[in-house]
Structure formats: structure tokens, C-alpha cells
């Protein structure tokens, strides 16, 4: 199978889990993205991000361990558990947790550790140096304390290892086609999504680790491809 269709394996696959967890009555919440919308022109933006971070952790892989923060459903647990020899994935909320698990049963991933943690200090039982491989995809722009967190993520990465962050981008035509899909609670709602935030975010991180690629996704996501300094 070429590397590049790697994700696109997966995805009918992700679509027949999220079926199977509707039909048990969970919380769809961890599904409202656009990566399962029926708008073809999100998910030729958020496919395409996809593929890209696929290729590049196939690509750029040595083992070792790799932590998937925010990781949402898992739609990156299956390539990472594919890449690493050892896998944790993290999130703050229940829902997002339960998912993960049912997505790591559901795929038999055996090297994946599915953990909640608090969006305060959720890091901090990790010890230094811990991880080979970061990924953030879309999380980071929903924490005001984003700050700490991208402290908290260099502190447990180990030096010269790779850390991959996406950050969305609001403009004009964001908020006609994807917003409203995304934007449905107050508590996980997007503080640093506009221009400007976004900016200050990617600034944040710049300054924290040495960027190696920024790719533009349609100008709708910003991918960024950094190492922390040995």
C-alpha cells in the first residue's frame, strides 16, 4: 500500500466505527468535526491535512515513543501505534476519552495508552524528556493557557525530537463553510482561531522550538513541523 494512501485507508474505517458508536447512543461530540462532514469542500481542506501529517510520521518515524495530545476520536492513533513502539494519547474530556478506547479496541492498536488528564496540569505527571514524537492537532487554539501547555510539551519532549502542531485559521471563508459545524460548545469553543490569535500562537511555539516546515493548508490550517534544540 503507497504511504500516501495510508490515511485514506483508515477512513472508511473511521466512518464504520463512529456508526457503530451511534448506534450504542453514545455522544457524537467527538465525531462533529469536518473530517465527517458531508461538505466536499471541508473535507478536501481537512483530508489533505491528514494526509500530509500521515505521510510525514510515516516518513520521518525512528520508534521510540510518541505522545498524541488532544487526541479527539484517535484518527492519528492507528499511524502513530503503526510508527512507534509505544503510543499515549491524552485528552481532557470524557467523551473524547471513551471514544479514543473504543477506536483503540476496535483496531486492535496494543502499544496505544488511552489517559485523561486535567486541562490545568494535566502534563505534569510525564517525566522530562519522555517522548520522541508530539503530535497537537487542533488543540492547542482552544486553551487560553497555551502558554504552559507548549512549556509543558517541550519540557516532556526529548531534545532534538519533533513536535507536529495544526492550527486553524478564521477568515471570511471559514466562517461561511466550517464554523458553524465546530463552533457548537462554549466550553471547547476556539479562543486563539482568528488571524490575529493564531499569529500569537505560532509565534508561542516558534519561539519554543526550531521550525523545520510551516505548510498552508488552503489557507484554511496551518501545519507546522518543528524540533526541540538539542
Known sequence: ????????????????????????GLDMEPFRMPLFSKNFAKKIVVLKKYRFITDFLNSNSKGGKALDFGTGFGAFLPVLSNNYDEVTA???????????KDLVDYLALKNV???????????????DSEFDLILATDVLEHNRNYESIVLELKRILKPGGLIVVSLPREHLLYRMFARREVEHDE???????????????????????????LINVYGFIHVMILVKPL
Open 113 to 127: 495508552n488511552v489517559k485523561k488528564v486535567s486541562k490545568e496540569n494535566g502534563l505534569s505527571f510525564f517525566p
Open 187 to 213: 466550553e471547547r469553543g476556539h479562543v486563539y482561531h482568528n488571524s490575529k490569535g493564531a499569529d500569537k500562537v505560532e509565534k508561542f511555539i516558534s519561539d519554543n522550538f526550531r521550525l523545520l516546515k
Open 1 to 24: 500500500m503507497p504511504v500516501r494512501r495510508e490515511f485514506d485507508f483508515y477512513m472508511p474505517r473511521f466512518v464504520d466505527f463512529r456508526r457503530i458508536e451511534e448506534q450504542k
Open 90 to 100: 491524552v485528552d481532557a474530556y470524557d467523551d473524547q476519552i471513551k471514544a479514543a
